[in-house]
T-cell receptor, first 112, second 113 residues
Framework: DQQVKQNSPSLSVQEGRISILNCDYT??????FLWYKKYPAEGPTFLIS?????DKNEDGRFTVFLNKSAKHLSLHIVPSQPGDSAVYFC???????????FGGGTRLMVKP | DGGITQSPKYLFRKEGQNVTLSCEQN?????MYWYRQDPGQGLRLIYY???????QKGDIAEGYSVSREKKESFPLTVTSAQKNPTAFYLC????????????FGPGTRLTVL
């Protein structure tokens, strides 16, 4: 039973346009959400996070939106750059614990 | 520089052999984790350890074993009982008291021939 789902395995976007990556979750006890970026043959790196008490968090070109009623979050990248091409993982933490549950990832390809 | 070291980057083993993947961190983190990545399946938790000499099974612990004798080290042994061991293995760590997410190592690609 996947508690965190990324339903789009891949996304292709033109350079300069907006990339929107989506993530859905089922566990109401999740209180903190994170996005990680991963290049091939490397470990994931932290990108941006959001607490469940907020509905938006912004960091430069990256913005994460959280809709708790819909149990949905999204990552917006504006403008998209070729260097953003990577796999993006959504992750969630429950009850102020130490563990993360990851989605299956979305491969983003930004075309020049 | 603080970080997580995993060695080797690429590892080849014959079927039926046990193999141990190393993971060392100098971040003074309390908790350490092992994840496995397979194409299209995201990151799945194998084992985790919150303190020295204690560890718990994750979602896919069968065929794996770990030890946590030192705070800095969390080696993972892939045993011959693991039915499909070829994968990309990621070690990670985090603070327990001031959790702000987990930090990953560079990963080890294990190929069983």
């Amino acid at each position: 039973d996947q508690q965190v789902k990324q339903n789009s395995p891949s996304l292709s976007v033109q350079e300069g346009r907006i990339s929107i990556l989506n993530c859905d979750y089922t566990n109401s006890m999740f209180d903190y959400f994170l996005w990680y970026k991963k290049y091939p043959a490397e470990g994931p790196t932290f990108l941006i996070s959001i607490s469940s008490i907020k509905d938006k968090n912004e960091d430069g070109r990256f913005t994460v939106f959280l809709n708790k009623s819909a149990k949905h979050l999204s990552l917006h990248i504006v403008p998209s750059q070729p260097g953003d091409s990577a796999v993006y993982f959504c992750a969630a933490r429950a009850n102020a614990g130490n563990m993360l549950t990851f989605g299956g990832g979305t491969r983003l390809m930004v075309k020049p | 520089d603080g970080g997580i070291t995993q060695s080797p980057k690429y590892l080849f083993r014959k079927e039926g052999q046990n193999v141990t993947l190393s993971c060392e961190q100098n971040l003074n983190h309390d908790a350490m984790y092992w994840y496995r990545q397979d194409p299209g399946q995201g990151l799945r938790l194998i084992y985790y350890s919150q303190i020295v000499n204690d560890f718990q099974k994750g979602d896919i612990a069968e065929g794996y074993s770990v030890s946590r004798e030192k705070k800095e080290s969390f080696p993972l042994t892939v045993t011959s009982a693991q039915k499909n061991p070829t994968a990309f293995y990621l070690c990670a760590s985090s603070m327990y008291s001031s959790w702000q997410g987990i930090i990953f190592g560079p990963g080890t690609r294990l190929t069983v021939l």
